[in-house]
């Protein structure tokens, strides 16, 4: 694989607040012979898009925090497509896979070309000609006064089930560990080409789970017809671009033809690492 040598590092400025870590990691760069620049959450962000003086030259993006960053880092870098690896700093690190003590052999081995690229598949959601992405899951759920909503869903432009609870869960292979495994999702291996569906609290006894092809389009559409002001609807996507809906609103979701590239530097075992991450949080 390529070197990589010249580095954005992107911090979680609430995991570290004194860039105690970024200044740390950076200087471990340029011991090595690289270059690094610091991003510092919205700080360093313009129109939803790192500055781009910062990420211009740059080979690869070191993301300091957890899974959340991870995924805004993602959002935020998206018009440069460059491959990005994190430190977990976080809870439970599905995506930023090393930890804080192993950052030299990090930067060594990816200074090296010895990585791996693992390409993440992306949803694509589509409202009224607006277009909005997802690395893990797409949303739609209630906010305001407790009350359920429905959701119909169809399949191909064809009709299959209307969810009537707190809402519906659209997710990733990736985002099955995430939102979807609170609600009885399943859990999928993340090289899976599929897209899950999970009601959240339905009121039904046979509100279930399906697993569709990542060839199939999926679409909700909302079924409100009280109009009331003691609740919303809304959609969001990775929880970082949200949008009301309204009786009738539609979203159409696809599998993006695009892929978010991951770098790896261990030959990880999805299955060892779900039953360490999650084991470890149950503690």
Do not use: W
């Not at 209630?142 to 359920?148: A, D, F, Y």
């Not at 080409?193 to 046979?206: D, Y």
């Not at 009301?244 to 978010?260: F, K, Q, W």
């Not at 770098?263 to 149950?282: A, C, Q, S």
């Amino acid at each position: 694989m390529k070197a990589l040598k010249d580095f954005l590092i992107y911090v979680n400025s609430m995991k570290d607040s004194d860039k105690t870590l970024s200044n740390q990691l950076a200087d471990v760069i340029k011991r090595a012979g690289g270059t690094a620049k610091i991003a510092t959450g919205d700080q360093d962000t313009v129109d939803g898009h790192i500055r781009e003086d910062l990420i211009n030259d740059r080979d690869a993006i070191i993301v300091l925090g957890g899974d959340g960053t991870m995924l805004r880092v993602a959002y935020v870098s998206r018009s440069k497509k460059l491959p990005m690896i994190g430190v977990n700093l976080g809870t439970v690190g599905f995506l930023a896979e090393v930890e804080d003590s192993r950052m030299e052999e990090m930067v060594d081995r990816l200074m090296a070309g010895d990585y791996k690229v693992d390409e993440k598949m992306i949803l694509s959601g589509s409202i009224n000609g607006e277009n909005y992405m997802a690395v893990n899951d797409i949303v739609v759920y209630r906010s305001g006064k407790l009350r359920v909503i429905a959701v119909k869903l169809y399949v191909n432009d064809v009709y299959y089930e209307t969810y009537t609870g707190d809402g519906v869960i659209i997710s990733t292979p990736t985002g099955s560990t995430a939102y979807n495994l609170s609600v009885g999702g399943p859990l999928v291996a993340p090289n899976a080409k599929v897209v899950i569906i999970a009601p959240v609290a339905p009121h039904s006894l046979t509100g279930k789970t399906f697993v569709f092809s990542a060839e199939d389009k999926i679409t909700v559409e909302i079924e409100d017809k009280l109009d009331i002001d003691d609740y919303t609807i809304e959609i969001a996507f990775d929880a970082l671009e949200n949008k009301r809906l309204y009786d009738g609103d539609r979203c159409d979701i696809t599998v993006s033809n695009e892929t978010i590239p991951f770098l790896t530097i261990t030959d990880r075992n999805f299955y060892d690492i779900l039953r360490h991450r999650i084991n470890r949080r149950n503690r």
